[in-house]
């Protein structure tokens, strides 16, 4: 996964996630939309097939790097459960 700022003020972030798809794009969006003070977390993806992942978080209260770092850090813990869940089968 490569990690590309596009554009970065103090209530908004826009970059790419070259390399990644829907599915990981979907967890982070959902996550982001979880965190106190992101008024908008949203990614297209031009071409299903070829096309990168571009990410705008919004932000009021929280910068938003810190509130991208809460998400991932969310998204790592639900992961490890998952993880932990599924070994037991």
Do not use: W
Not at 20 to 30: D, Q, V
Not at 33 to 45: F, L, P
Not at 77 to 89: A, N
């Amino acid at each position: 996964m490569e990690f590309k700022v596009i554009e970065e003020s103090k209530t908004k972030l826009i970059f790419e996630l070259k390399g990644e798809t829907h599915t990981f794009c979907n967890a982070l969006k959902h996550e982001l939309e979880s965190v106190k003070g992101v008024e908008v977390a949203t990614y297209r993806i031009d071409h299903p097939l070829i096309g990168t992942p571009r990410f705008q978080i919004e932000t009021k209260g929280i910068e938003p790097r810190k509130a991208l770092k809460e998400a991932l850090a969310a998204l790592k813990k639900k992961t490890k459960e998952f993880q932990k869940e599924i070994s037991g089968l």
